[in-house]
T-cell receptor, first 115, second 111 residues
């Protein structure tokens, strides 16, 4: 399967713990996006990378959140000192940025539950 | 800012019924418009898209027409199947192609 993969698919943690999620994009894709989806809502943009550069962060991304894409391939999203309000589905998407076509392909998501 | 509003669900229909899920948008300029589908336990998939006014996107029997005059992109299907049960999201790309999604409409199709 050459689609976007995310690991883990589910994570249950206690409040105050740190968690890290991984996203592996489609191999030739230069853009990678993170979104968050809470229950009953559509996904909301968090941050994105072009190659290894993080180009924008949403105001939704508090200081407890950090994302990296060290070699322009896979990406990690870390949440420090988790809070119950962080419980959500975290979605990763990748795209090959070309003029006139930037279709984003989504992974299956990581569902985080903070107890 | 740019936004998308779609009808709230859940929507429950019998198999072979006609489906309409309403979507309206607010945007600067004339962005592309998308419908994404999320099947249970799976990631979001692009169902169809339209890139300019009066374009009709279609896929898997679903259709949506980009209506500039009513700022709408309603999703339709003439005869739904049980396998169409999913959550449907209307969406548009913002600058830098970040996608703005509606809240989603859950569709249940009864056999």
């Amino acid at each position: 399967d050459t689609g976007v993969s995310q690991d883990p698919r589910h994570k249950i943690t206690k409040r105050g713990q740190n968690v890290t999620f991984r996203c592996d994009p489609i191999s030739e894709h230069n853009r990678l996006y993170w979104y968050r989806q809470t229950l009953g809502q559509g996904p909301e943009f968090l941050t994105y990378f072009q190659n290894e550069a993080q180009l924008e962060k949403s105001r939704l991304l508090s200081d407890r959140f950090s994302a990296e894409r060290p070699k322009g391939s896979f990406s990690t999203l870390e949440i420090q000192r988790t809070e119950q309000g962080d419980s959500a589905m975290y979605l990763c998407a990748s795209s090959l940025m070309l003029a006139g076509n930037n279709e984003q392909f989504f992974g299956p998501g990581t569902r985080l539950t903070v107890l | 800012g740019d936004s998308v509003t779609q009808m709230e669900g859940p929507v429950t229909l019998s198999e072979e019924a006609f489906l309409t899920i309403n979507c309206t948008y607010t945007a600067t300029g004339y962005p592309s418009l998308f419908w994404y589908v999320q099947y249970p336990g799976e990631g979001l998939q692009l169902l169809l898209k339209a890139t300019k006014a009066d374009d009709k996107g279609s896929n898997k029997g679903f259709e949506a027409t980009y209506r500039k005059e009513t700022t709408s992109f309603h999703l339709e299907k003439g005869s739904v199947q049980v396998s169409d049960s999913a959550v449907y999201f209307c969406a548009l790309p913002n600058r830098d192609d970040k996608i703005i999604f509606g809240k989603g409409t859950r569709l249940h199709i009864l056999p």
